[in-house]
């Protein structure tokens, strides 16, 4: 597609019922990146992948947060269990990446998650 | 560590000058980046410099970088109205397994008419 797209834009749920966020990155990027984004927080890094590996999954907050991505495309971000605290705003990003080089990363308008 | 700071507010009015200010912490960064969030959107690339400069000018935006200082600003001239947005600034984090942008907080610049 043209841009970075997210699905859904909004999502509902209740504590303890289980999430799963979808981004289709720019076809061709072989970087793809998770963020979060809190009132007062910034943007939160959660993992990145090369590829189809996460080399740097060090931001997920906690195990019961996982992202897949397949065939070196789409990626899916699972929240397990959902809490109020994972209310957030999840940002996609990717990028062509050229290592040690500049890169230009290209964001998705997000997934607005509520958790009641 | 990894630590980028920058104030949550910014007001000013139409045609004035607005200066967004950023602190980070990360001395090996190479890049430099200030990105912009509109309502409802995703993040957009303003503008970036390298850190072997001083400066850069970009028609309405210039980007100081003071590296001894770990001190980064925007200055947007002549400011409009749809300039207000939320600036964040991002210093690259590359090395190793890694490859990731450290984003601060965000500036909320509100332009009045």
């Known amino acids: 597609g043209a841009g970075v797209s997210q699905s859904p834009s909004n999502k509902v749920t209740e504590k303890g019922k289980d999430v799963e966020l979808r981004c289709d990155p720019i076809s061709g990027h072989t970087a793809l990146y998770w963020y979060r984004q809190s009132l007062g927080q910034g943007l939160e890094f959660l993992i990145y992948f090369q590829g189809n590996s996460a080399p740097d999954k060090s931001g997920l907050p906690s195990d019961r947060f996982s992202a897949e991505r397949t065939g070196g495309s789409v990626s899916t971000l699972t929240i397990q269990r959902t809490q109020q605290e994972d209310s957030a705003v999840y940002l996609c990003a990717s990028s062509s990446l050229r290592q040690g080089l500049n890169e230009k990363l290209f964001f998705g308008s997000g997934t607005q998650l509520s958790v009641l | 560590g990894e630590d980028v700071e920058q104030s949550l507010f910014l007001s000013v009015r139409e045609g004035d000058s607005s200066v967004i200010n950023c602190t980070y912490t990360?001395?090996?960064?190479?890049?430099l980046y200030w990105y912009k969030q509109e309502p409802g959107a995703g993040l957009q690339l303003l503008t970036y410099?390298?850190?072997?400069?001083d400066m850069k000018q970009d028609q309405r935006l210039t980007v100081l970088l003071n590296k001894k200082d770990k001190h980064l600003s925007l200055r947007i001239a002549d400011t409009q109205t749809g300039d207000s947005a939320i600036y964040f600034c991002a210093e690259r984090n590359y090395g190793g397994a890694t490859n990731k942008l450290i984003f601060g907080t965000g500036t909320l610049l509100a332009v009045q008419p």
């Open positions: 990360d001395s090996s960064s190479t890049y």
């Open positions: 410099i390298f850190s072997n400069m």
